[in-house]
């Protein structure tokens, strides 16, 4: 096969291997992963013969490169020691936590910083092999910081674009990263690093300044080259959205509103339905807001009659300590609330650890009055902007966390300090009985901010910057200017 033009290189392929039943056949099938960058990147992959690099998602399977409903994907094996150490470890044990603020304290283990570079090389590596000469290629997230260096040592005529897709630290925090220095200079072998907020470019700029002592004027950053000269990298927000079509056009199919209307009756009809939908993570929040609701339950302001929660907590990273302990955790406060308040007819709070497919999260969107999106720090939070996609008929609540990256642009929502119970009580409260002139004069700003600056627009908009990197490079991969 000859090289690509454009190549995506992230943590997970767009697809999964799902084996059968019979686990020791070594059979199964592939199917595609739900999220929202294959809808962005898809069409592009398409039409520039796109190769994606990344893991099937199960360790210790070999696969070889294989064309999947018109994508070429390039499988990148993890052994079952990788997955411990580079994706549990590093990336979700390490990184994760650090960079949501030491929400859970983050560990920094030496054997998991080896198998994170270990784990970038083979990435690297993957991606060297398979782009065409002078090829655009777009490395996605924190499990692969090490990758745009890498990259570029091996192949300096390649244009590289690299999307950090959670939250960069402040300083104070960034600093306690053993390895602070070499995270950066990864990173920095990128053209343009794109961030989800503002802030968190300027957290970066702050970090390379501080810890490189490299020149940056927004949003340019001057960078040392290998022969001796300079190059300037771009590092700027571009905040990510949804395929905010697909959420309309299901909301409008009568299957998914007939869905709806069943949803709420098998919830015995309360009188408002308050909804949580996340990966089960201790950046979302549920803790907090499972205690507002219970603490309102108590002082008897709303009864399960008026209101019940209904909470989708899809499993993830299951076997990193401090997501088992959130589990317990969870699962002790809706058992709790549950026995209290419960009658024979109506639940205080519907507990749901499973994944649904989109048109079930429409259906639960649409009969939902209150979307409570309540996270500790979340790069962007992208069930927000699907809430409010989803509502077709300008009804509904979003109540958001200020430290969610959504709230910069969401900014007709109802916005709460979710570490403030108090305040995100009377927050609930205003947004169960706020009236329906009010919701649509709060929800229609919300959806034209979401269907104007939709996924598509955010990946074009990305790679019009690499484009504009690319187009300042010489043929031979180096800077006609500096
Ligand atoms: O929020 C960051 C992110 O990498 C998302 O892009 C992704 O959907 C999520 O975390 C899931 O992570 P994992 O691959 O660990 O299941």
């Known amino acids: 096969m000859s090289g690509s ?11 999964d291997w799902v084996p059968d039943e019979d686990e ?34 199960k360790a210790d399977l070999e696969f070889d490169r294989f064309e999947f409903d018109g994508m070429d994907l390039v499988p ?16 979700n044990d390490t990184i994760w936590p650090l960079y949501h603020d030491v929400i859970a304290e983050p560990r920094y283990r030496r054997v998991w910083w080896d198998a994170y570079g270990r784990v970038n090389r083979r990435f690297a590596q993957a991606a ?15 499990q692969l910081q090490l990758v745009p260096k890498l990259l570029r040592e091996k192949r300096p005529d390649l244009t ?55 020149e940056t004027r927004a949003p340019h950053i001057v960078v040392p080259d290998a022969d001796g000269g300079t190059r300037t990298a771009v590092a700027r927000a571009f905040p990510i959205s949804i395929a905010a079509d697909s959420y309309i056009d299901l909301a409008q199919r009568p299957h998914v509103q007939a869905r709806a209307a069943e949803i709420r009756a098998s919830l015995g009809n309360p009188s408002k339905i308050l909804l949580g939908v996340d990966r089960l993570d201790y950046t979302k929040g549920i803790r907090h807001r499972m205690k507002a609701f219970g603490e309102l339950l108590h002082e008897g302001r709303i009864t399960v009659e008026d209101a019940t929660l209904v909470q989708v907590a899809s499993p993830s990273r299951e076997r990193v300590g401090a997501y088992m302990q959130l589990r317990d955790e969870i699962e002790l406060t809706v058992g709790r609330i549950n026995g209290d308040f419960d009658t024979m007819g109506h639940t205080a709070i519907r507990y749901l650890h499973q ?5 079930e999260m429409v259906a639960l969107f649409l009969a939902a009055d209150v979307m409570l999106v309540t996270a500790l720090r979340d790069g962007m939070n992208l069930v927000a902007k699907e809430y409010v996609a989803s509502r077709i008929d300008n009804r509904g609540v979003l109540v958001l ?21 108090d305040t995100l009580k009377e927050t609930i409260m205003q947004a169960i009985e706020m009236p329906p002139g009010e919701q649509s004069r709060r929800m229609r700003p919300l ?7 939709d996924v598509a627009k955010w990946s074009r908009s990305f790679l019009d910057a690499l484009a504009a990197a690319r187009s300042q490079k010489s043929p031979r991969g180096r800077r006609a200017r500096a």
Do not use: C
């Not at 994944?355 to 048109?359: A, E, H, I, S």
């Not at 966390?401 to 119970?421: C, K, M, Q, W, Y």
């Not at 959806?447 to 600056?453: A, H």
């Open 5 to 15: 033009e454009f190549v995506v290189v992230a943590n997970r392929l767009p697809v």
């Open 24 to 57: 020791g056949s070594g059979e199964g099938a592939w199917r595609v992963s739900p999220g929202g960058l294959v809808t962005a990147l898809e069409p592009l992959m398409r039409s520039t013969d796109g190769a994606w690099v990344g893991w099937p998602g």
């Open 76 to 91: 990148v094996a993890l052994s079952a020691d990788d997955v411990e150490l580079y994706y549990e470890g590093f990336s």
């Open 128 to 142: 060297a092999e398979v782009a065409a000469e002078g090829a655009t290629v777009w490395v996605h997230d924190y």
């Open 160 to 214: 590289i674009g690299y999307f950090h897709h959670i939250p960069f630290p402040a300083y104070g925090l960034y600093s306690q990263l053993p390895w602070r220095r070499q995270v950066l200079e990864g990173l920095l072998g990128a053209d343009v690093i794109g961030f989800q907020r503002v802030a968190d470019a300027g957290n970066f700029a702050r970090a390379i300044r501080r810890l490189l002592r490299y």
């Open 355 to 359: 994944g649904y497919p989109r048109d």
């Open 401 to 421: 966390s200020e430290f969610a990256g959504a709230a910069d642009e969401l900014t007709s929502a109802l916005r709460v300090n979710p570490h403030d119970i």
């Open 447 to 453: 959806r034209r901010k979401v269907i104007d600056n």
